[in-house]
C-alpha cells in the first residue's frame, strides 16, 4: 500500500511541480493548491513510475536550466526513488499531463 | 489576462526580440558602462527564442475565441430582452460561457436547428428534403428531372431514362428519392429541443411544439440572430487568421508523423509479437489502413500511442530485474505484474487474476531480451518522431534556420524537441566561428506562457546573465566545451540522430553556479524594479524574490555572496574561475559547494518544507539539527575562506 508519493519537477529556477500526493485520503497538495485526486489517477501515476528505472542521471550537456525531477514514493517501510536531469523516460510528459490535469479540475 | 496579454503570447517571439534591449540595458547597468561594448558583442551571438507550446498555443486562440463570443452574447442580451442567462441559451466549458467556435454545440441551438424546420410545415419540410436529394442525385446524373424524382419519391415510379436499368441501379435511385432518413432526423431535433424547452416551459410537449413554437418569441429572438454572431465571430477569427494557419500546420505535421512513426514501430513489431497476431498485422501493414482500425486486441498488448509503455514490454530485462529483487516495493511489482496478466489475457490466455498461475507457465513468456531489443528500437523510433515533428513546427523550422544563417556549428537534433516538449526556459549552449576565432554562442529559450506572468522578467534576466557568463575552453571536431559561470558544459557535433545512453558525470558546480546566478540576477532584476521598468511582468519586488527553485540553499551562500562579491562576479566571466579559488582558496570553495549535496540528501524537494515549519514551530527535531550542523559547517568553511583571503592580501 502506498502512503505518500512526493513528486517534484525544477526546470534551473523554475518550478514546474510540486507534489505530495495521500493516496489513503484521494488528497494531493500541488503547487501550493489542495486538491482531491482519484484512485485512478494515482494507479496511472504508479502504473506509470513502474516502468521506469530508478535513475537517469545527469546528462551534463549543452543545456544550462535543463529539467530534472525527484520522486519518491513511500510504502510501507520502503521508499522508491526516481531522479533524473537531461534524461528522461519515455513516458515522462505522460506524468506530466495527469498531474496537470488534477490542477485544472 | 486580457486580449493584448493574450496576443502577447501569441507573437511572444516577436515581441521578446522587440523588447530584449531592455533587458540587456539593465545588464550593463548592473555590470557597468565599461561593459557594454563586451556585452554588446557578445550578445550578437544569442538567438532568443520566445516560444509557447501547442497546447499553450491552442488555449490562447480558445480563451481569445471566448472573450470574443462574451462580447458578442453580450451585445445581443444588452436589450434587457432576454430573460433567459448565457450559460442556459449557449452552454458553459473551461473558459466560462462556450464560445462560438462551437455553435452547434449551444443548447439553445438544438431548438434552433428544430425550428428552422418545423417553421417550414410538414409540406415545406418533405419538398426540402425531396429538392436536397435531387441536387445530390444530379451531381451523378442529370437524366432525371425533378417531377420524375419527386414522383419516385412520392410513389416509388422509377424515371423513363432508367426504366430499364439494372435491379441494382434502380435500388440506387429510390436510395436518392428516400427521404425517410431525414423525417426521422427532424423528429430526433424535434425531441431534442423539446428536451430543452421542457426545462423553461414545462407545459411543451412532443406532440404541441410545433404549435408552441412560434409563440416562444425571447428564443426565436436569439436565434434569428445566429447568422449574425457567426459573422461577426468570423470576422474577429480573421484579425488570428495567420495564427490559426499555424495552428493547422502544426496540427497536420503532427498527425502526420505521429502516424508515420507509429506505422513505422508497427513494421518493427511484427518480429515481437505472438504468432496468431502476425497474419492481421502484415495484412494491415500491406493495406495501409488507418491506425485505429487495428485488431483491439493487438492494441492491447502493444499499445494505442507510442508514448506510453505496453504490457509487451513488461517482460524486459529490467522489469525481471525489479519482479526479483527483494529490494523492489510491493506495489511496483504488483503494477508489473498487473501489465503481464493483461498481456496473457490480450493474447487470450486468461488464468484468472493471480500472477502465480502465469509465472508457472514460462514457455509463454516472451524472451526479455528480444523485449528489450524492441524497447530500444521503439526509443529511436519515438526521438524521429519528436525530432520530426518539433524541427519541422512552425517555431521550430524558424529557429534552426536562423541558428543555421547565425553559423551555429551544432545542429543537434535532439535539442528543440527536449526543450520544446518540456516547455523549458534555458540557454541551449552553441559555438560560432568569427574571423578565424571560436565564439561561444546560444538559443537562449523563454517559454510563455499564461502561468506566473510575474515572474517572466526576472526569468529572462536569469537567462540572460547566463549567457553572459558562458565561456568557451576547447573546440575539436568532436565537439566544444566551456564554463557557464563556474559550471561545466559540453557539447557535440556529432548531430545525434538516434538515441543514445551515455553514463555522464554530474557537474560538480551546477547547484552552486545556480544560486548564484539567481542572487545576481535578482540584483539585476531588483536595478529594474526599482526603476519601475517591467516588460512582461508588474515591476513589484514579489516578482523577483523567492520565486525559485533555488531559494531554499540560499542561505549556505548568502554571506560569501555579499563578502566576495567582486570576486565572485570577475570569476564567472570569459572562464576566470581561478580568480575566486585563489581569493578563498580551491579547497574551501569546495568544501562549500559540498554542503549543497549534503542540504539536497536531506532537504531536497518537498521535505525543505518540514524543516522549515520545524524551524517556525522551534521543534528539536533530527532536521532542526542536521541544520544547525550545516550551517555550523558553513560558518567553519566561512572562516577558513576569509583566514584565506586575509593572508592572500598580507602576502601581496
Known amino acids: 500500500m502506498v502512503n505518500e508519493i512526493y513528486i517534484v519537477i525544477n526546470q534551473g529556477i523554475k518550478r514546474v511541480f510540486e507534489c505530495m500526493i495521500f493516496p489513503l485520503k484521494n488528497e494531493c497538495f500541488i503547487n501550493d493548491k489542495k486538491r482531491s485526486i482519484s484512485n485512478e489517477k494515482i494507479d496511472e501515476i504508479l502504473t506509470i513510475l513502474s516502468t521506469w528505472k530508478y535513475e537517469y542521471g545527469f546528462s551534463s550537456e549543452n543545456i544550462i536550466d535543463s529539467e530534472e525531477f525527484n520522486i519518491e514514493v513511500y510504502s510501507e517501510n520502503k521508499k522508491t526513488n526516481y531522479h533524473g536531469k537531461g534524461e528522461y523516460p519515455i513516458n515522462y510528459e505522460e506524468l506530466k499531463g495527469i498531474l496537470r490535469g488534477v490542477i485544472n479540475e | ?652
Open chain 2, 1 to 652: 489576462m486580457s486580449d493584448s496579454e493574450l496576443e502577447t503570447l501569441l507573437n511572444c517571439n516577436e515581441v521578446l526580440r522587440s523588447k530584449i534591449n531592455v533587458f540587456i540595458e539593465a545588464l550593463i547597468e548592473y555590470y557597468g558602462e565599461s561593459e557594454r561594448q563586451y556585452i554588446t558583442e557578445k550578445f550578437s551571438n544569442a538567438l532568443f527564442c520566445g516560444y509557447i507550446q501547442d497546447i499553450e498555443f491552442n488555449a490562447v486562440l480558445s480563451k481569445l475565441e471566448a472573450i470574443e463570443s462574451e462580447r458578442i452574447y453580450d451585445e445581443l442580451l444588452s436589450n434587457g430582452r432576454s430573460t433567459f442567462t448565457k450559460s442556459q441559451l449557449f452552454g458553459k466549458d473551461l473558459y466560462g460561457t462556450q464560445s462560438l467556435e462551437n455553435y452547434r454545440s449551444h443548447p439553445v441551438y438544438k431548438y434552433k436547428t428544430f425550428y428552422d424546420e418545423c417553421i417550414l410545415g410538414a409540406e415545406g419540410r418533405k419538398e426540402k428534403y425531396i429538392r436536397e436529394s435531387y441536387e445530390k442525385l444530379c451531381q451523378k446524373t442529370s437524366k432525371v428531372t425533378y417531377e420524375e424524382f419527386k414522383e419516385m419519391s412520392e410513389a416509388g415510379k422509377i424515371p423513363k431514362a432508367f426504366e430499364n436499368s439494372s435491379d441494382q441501379v434502380k435500388e440506387v435511385l429510390l436510395d436518392y428519392a428516400d427521404i425517410s432518413w431525414d423525417i426521422r432526423k427532424y423528429e430526433n431535433e424535434k425531441r431534442l429541443a423539446v428536451e430543452y424547452l421542457k426545462k423553461f416551459y414545462p407545459e411543451i410537449t412532443i406532440d404541441n411544439v410545433e404549435e408552441k413554437a412560434s409563440g416562444l418569441t425571447e428564443l426565436n429572438y436569439i436565434i434569428s440572430h445566429y447568422p449574425e454572431m457567426i459573422e461577426k465571430f468570423e470576422r474577429f477569427k480573421s484579425k488570428y487568421q495567420s495564427f490559426y494557419n499555424m495552428k493547422k500546420y502544426n496540427e497536420d505535421l503532427s498527425e502526420k508523423t505521429d502516424e508515420s512513426c507509429y506505422r513505422e514501430y508497427l513494421t518493427v513489431l511484427i518480429d515481437y509479437i505472438p504468432e496468431k497476431f502476425k497474419g492481421s498485422l502484415q495484412e494491415f501493414l500491406t493495406q495501409n489502413i488507418k491506425p485505429y482500425k487495428l485488431d483491439g486486441d493487438l492494441r492491447g498488448i502493444i499499445g494505442y500511442t507510442l508514448n506510453g509503455t505496453s504490457p509487451l514490454e513488461s517482460f524486459g530485462s529490467d522489469m525481471e530485474e525489479k519482479l526479483n529483487s527483494k529490494d523492489t516495493a510491493e506495489w511496483e511489482k504488483d503494477s508489473i505484474k498487473r501489465k503481464r496478466i493483461e498481456y496473457f489475457k490480450a493474447i487470450g490466455i486468461d488464468l484468472g487474476d493471480e500472477y502465480e498461475k502465469y509465472a508457472e507457465k514460462q514457455d509463454m513468456f516472451p524472451d526479455s531480451s528480444k523485449i528489450d531489443e524492441l524497447i530500444q528500437k521503439k526509443k529511436i523510433i519515438v526521438s524521429k518522431r519528436d525530432q520530426e515533428y518539433h524541427n519541422n513546427s512552425f517555431q521550430g523550422k524558424d529557429f534552426i534556420s536562423e541558428a543555421l544563417s547565425m553559423g551555429f556549428l551544432d545542429n543537434d537534433k535532439t535539442e528543440l524537441p527536449g526543450i520544446f516538449m518540456k516547455g523549458s526556459t534555458c540557454v541551449s549552449t552553441n559555438v560560432v566561428s568569427r574571423n578565424g576565432k571560436y565564439l561561444p554562442a546560444a538559443k537562449v529559450l523563454i517559454e510563455f506562457s499564461q502561468n506566473n506572468p510575474e515572474v517572466r522578467d526576472h526569468f529572462i534576466i536569469h537567462e540572460l546573465n547566463h549567457f553572459y557568463e558562458l565561456s568557451l575552453s576547447s573546440v575539436t571536431e568532436k565537439g566544444y566545451a566551456g564554463l557557464c559561470g563556474w559550471d561545466q558544459y559540453y557539447g557535440s557535433f556529432n548531430n545525434q540522430e538516434s538515441v543514445i545512453e551515455l553514463e555522464r558525470p554530474k557537474r560538480p558546480y551546477e547547484l552552486f553556479n545556480e544560486i548564484i546566478n539567481e542572487k545576481i540576477a535578482q540584483e539585476i532584476s531588483e536595478l529594474m524594479v526599482k526603476k519601475g521598468i517591467g516588460v512582461f511582468s508588474k515591476p513589484t519586488d514579489e516578482s523577483y524574490k523567492n520565486k525559485t527553485a533555488y531559494d531554499s540553499t540560499s542561505y549556505l551562500v548568502d554571506d560569501f555572496f555579499e563578502m566576495y562579491k567582486s570576486e565572485i562576479i570577475a570569476s564567472r566571466k570569459d572562464g576566470n574561475i581561478q580568480v575566486i579559488y585563489d581569493a578563498v582558496g580551491k579547497e574551501n570553495f569546495d568544501e562549500l559547494n559540498s554542503l549543497f549535496a549534503l542540504h539536497n540528501e536531506r532537504f531536497g524537494g518537498m521535505r525543505y518544507y518540514s524543516l522549515l515549519s520545524d524551524l517556525r514551530d522551534k521543534k528539536e527535531t533530527e532536521n532542526v539539527r542536521f541544520f544547525r550542523e550545516l550551517l555550523s559547517k558553513r560558518d567553519m568553511v566561512l572562516e577558513k575562506m576569509k583566514e584565506h583571503y586575509e593572508s592572500r592580501s598580507v602576502s601581496k
